[in-house]
């Protein structure tokens, strides 16, 4: 079993920067695949970015290329995610998600192979 918790969500204002943390408990974090996935109010939950289980192939959405960057210490148990010039889009609850079927590739970009989520973050950007 695994527990992830996210954190580093908060209120900030259009162009400034956030970064998010989710610390894994348990055992094998590195055997994992690590995403990011947001739901904003109304929406469906959607794909921000994942991870190998390496750190050597990750994968954005469109909409987050180039002003996000996802990360994993395995040392630490800890993934991250990297946001910069913050828009007001970008509004919704953060989730951080572990694989340990798919651990690399772009099935990563889809949120079934995941078996942990965890509780979500806020993030809001104010205009």
């Known amino acids: 079993q695994v527990q992830l918790v996210e954190s580093g969500g908060g209120l900030v204002q259009a162009g400034d920067s956030l970064r998010l943390s989710c610390a894994a408990s348990?055992?094998?974090?590195?055997?994992?695949?690590m995403g990011w996935f947001r739901q904003a109010p109304g929406k469906e939950r959607e794909f921000v970015a994942a991870?190998?289980?390496?750190?050597?192939?990750?994968n954005y959405a469109d909409s987050v290329k180039g002003r996000f960057t996802i990360s994993r210490d395995n040392a630490k148990n800890t993934v991250y995610l990297q946001m910069n010039s913050l828009e007001p889009e970008d509004t919704a609850v953060y989730y951080c998600?572990?694989?340990?079927?798919?651990?690399?590739?772009?099935?990563?970009?889809?949120?079934?192979?995941?078996?942990?989520w965890g509780q979500g973050t806020q993030v809001t950007v104010s205009s």
């Open positions: 348990g055992r094998a974090f590195s055997s994992y695949g």
């Open positions: 998600a572990a694989s340990f079927v798919v651990t690399t590739g772009t099935r990563l970009s889809d949120p079934h192979p995941y078996n942990y």
């Open positions: 991870i190998s289980r390496s750190g050597g192939w990750r």
